[in-house]
C-alpha cells in the first residue's frame, strides 16, 4: 500500500465507493461514519490523508476539520473536502476550517486521483521537514507556521489578457505574480525567486505541453512546481502532462477557492523543500543528495529505509528494487559523459514521475538506483518495476535533438523479518544480475530466502 487514507461519510454508499476507487490504485483505506469516529480513530492509527464529507450529522466535516488542525497532534494531516457541486460557500468554510484542497459531488476519477496523489506528496515532504526540525511533532508547529507566512512569487505564463486576470485577480493581495507570455522566460526562471509557475494549455502562442516538458527537463526549473490550467476538454492532456512531470492541474472556469487551495498547496510543498534544503546547507552531515541528478544517495537511501525495518517487525512489508541502465559504459565510452550524464539525469526524472510520492528513490551510484518501496509485497513491487521499465524502455530520451533508445533491468527482493539492508540488497543484486544475464531490459524477483 501506497499510503494509508481515511474517509468520513455517514452514508455506507459513499465510503463504499470511494473506498473501492482508492484500494484500487493499492491504498489502504479507514473507514469512519461520523467525525467523532473520525477522532477516535485517529488516536490510535496513523493516516496519511483524510477525505472528508462536509455535510454529516452531529460533527460535520467544518467542525472535524477544524479540530483537527487545531490539534497538535494531527495538525499535519492533508484533508481534502467533499462537497455538493455546485456548493460555494461550503469550499468556502472548508478552507476557512483548515481543509486543504476539495472535491465535488459527484466525485471524478481523475480528479480524486489527482488531488490525492497532490496531497499526499504534499504530506511527504511535510514529514520530512517535520523529521528534521530537531523538535517533537507538537513543537514543530510554530516552524511550520512561520513557513507558511511567505508570500510565493508566481509566474504566470499565459498570452490572453483576459485569462491572465481571471488567474491573478484571486491571488492578488495574498501572493506575488508575474504574468508573461513567452515560455524561454519561464525557463529562465531560477528556484530562488520562482515559487510556482502556471502555464495555461489554451495559449494561442505556444504549445503548453512542450512548456511543461521543457521546464520538468532543464535543471534550472525541474524543482519548481508547475500547476496546468485547461479546460475539462483537456484531460487527456492532462494525463500526458502528469507523465512528463507536473504537479497539479486546474480545470476551467476558474474558481476561486480552488485556485487558490491548489496554489496553497504547491507553495506549501516548496517552501517545505526550500526550507528543508536550507537545513541541509546549514548542517554538511544532512547532505544526502546526488548532485548530478538531484535524487538521494546512497548516504540518503540508507538513512531513509532504517524505519521501514522497524514498522517491519510491526506487520508492514516492504521490498527494494534494484535498477540498473543497461550497456551504460558502452554509452560513456561511444558518446561521451556528457551525454551518460543527460541520461542520468532524464532516468532519474522519470524514476521519481512514474514512482508513488512515499517511494524512496536514490541514485545508488553509478548508474544504479535503488527504491524502497513501503507497504509493498514483492510481486507488487515487480509489476511496478516492469511497469517503469516498460515506460523508459518505450520513449526515447532526446540528447541534443539525438533519439536514444534507453533500457533498464531490474532485480527486485521483499525484505525479510531480520534482514539487514546488506542482505536484501545482496538478493536483489543477485536478482539483478540474472536478469542481465538473460538478455537485459528484464525484471526478475530474488528468492524468498536469506542469500548465503
Do not use: W
Not at 508566481?154 to 490572453?160: A, G, R, W
Not at 535498477?323 to 532524464?346: A, M, P, Q, T, Y
Not at 536484501?424 to 543477485?430: L, N, P, S, W, Y
Not at 540474472?434 to 531490459?441: D, F, I, L, V
Amino acid at each position: 500500500m501506497s499510503a494509508r487514507i481515511l474517509i468520513v461519510d455517514d452514508l455506507a454508499p459513499n465510503r463504499h465507493l470511494l473506498q473501492v476507487k482508492l484500494a484500487a490504485e493499492y491504498y489502504d483505506v479507514l473507514l469512519a461514519e461520523s467525525g467523532e469516529a473520525a477522532m477516535e480513530l485517529i488516536k490510535t492509527a496513523r493516516v496519511d490523508l483524510i477525505l472528508m464529507d462536509a455535510i454529516m450529522p452531529g460533527m460535520d466535516g467544518f467542525e472535524t476539520c477544524q479540530k483537527l488542525k487545531g490539534d497538535s497532534a494531527t495538525y499535519h494531516i492533508p484533508v481534502i473536502m467533499v462537497t455538493a457541486l455546485d456548493s460555494t460557500k461550503d469550499r468556502i468554510r472548508g478552507l476557512e476550517a483548515g481543509a486543504d484542497d476539495f472535491i465535488t459531488k459527484p466525485i471524478d476519477d481523475f480528479n480524486l486521483m489527482t488531488r490525492v496523489k497532490s496531497l499526499l506528496r504534499l504530506k511527504m515532504v511535510t514529514d520530512q521537514l517535520l523529521s528534521h526540525t530537531g523538535h517533537s511533532l507538537e513543537n514543530s508547529r510554530p516552524v511550520v507556521k512561520e513557513i507558511e507566512k511567505r508570500k510565493g512569487h508566481i509566474i504566470v505564463l499565459e498570452d490572453h489578457e483576459k485569462r491572465a486576470l481571471q488567474l491573478t485577480a484571486p491571488l492578488n493581495g495574498i501572493h506575488d505574480f508575474t504574468i508573461i507570455s513567452d515560455p524561454i522566460k519561464a525557463l529562465q526562471c531560477k528556484p530562488s525567486n520562482t515559487d510556482l509557475i502556471i502555464v495555461s494549455l489554451n495559449s494561442e502562442g505556444f504549445d503548453g505541453l512542450r512548456v511543461c516538458a521543457s521546464l520538468k527537463y532543464e535543471q534550472q526549473t525541474r524543482s519548481i512546481p508547475v500547476l496546468l490550467v485547461g479546460t475539462p476538454e483537456d484531460e487527456s492532456r492532462f494525463v500526458r502532462a502528469y507523465d512528463l512531470g507536473i504537479n497539479d492541474t486546474l480545470m476551467r472556469p476558474i474558481e476561486k477557492q480552488e485556485l487558490i487551495a491548489r496554489v496553497n498547496t504547491q507553495l506549501k510543498r516548496k517552501f517545505y523543500s526550500d526550507a528543508l534544503q536550507q537545513n541541509f546547507n546549514q548542517d554538511l552531515e544532512m547532505v544526502v543528495a546526488d548532485p548530478l541528478t538531484g535524487l538521494g544517495n546512497r548516504r540518503y537511501f540508507d538513512r531513509s529505509v532504517k524505519p521501514l525495518f522497524e514498522t517491519l517487525e510491526q506487520g508492514d512489508p516492504f521490498s527494494i528494487i534494484v535498477f540498473d541502465i543497461d550497456h551504460f559504459k558502452r554509452v560513456n565510452d561511444i558518446l561521451g559523459h556528457d551525454v551518460g550524464d543527460d541520461i542520468l539525469k532524464e532516468v532519474s526524472t522519470r524514476l521519481v514521475t512514474h514512482m508513488r510520492a512515499v517511494d524512496i528513490v536514490s541514485r545508488y551510484g553509478g548508474e544504479e538506483f535503488m527504491i524502497a518501496m513501503p507497504n509493498t509485497i514483492q510481486d507488487d513491487a515487480m509489476r511496478a518495476a516492469d511497469r517503469i521499465r516498460g515506460l523508459i524502455g518505450g520513449t526515447p530520451i532526446y540528447v541534443d535533438g539525438q533519439a536514444l533508445s534507453v533500457t533498464l533491468s531490474a532485480g527486485i527482493a521483499e525484505v525479510i523479518p531480520g534482514e539487514k539492508l546488506r542482505d536484501v540488497f545482496k538478493r536483489a543484486d543477485t536478482a539483478l544480475y540474472k536478469a542481465k544475464s538473460m538478455g537485459r531490459n528484464l525484471v526478475f524477483g530474488a528468492d524468498t530466502k536469506k542469500a548465503a
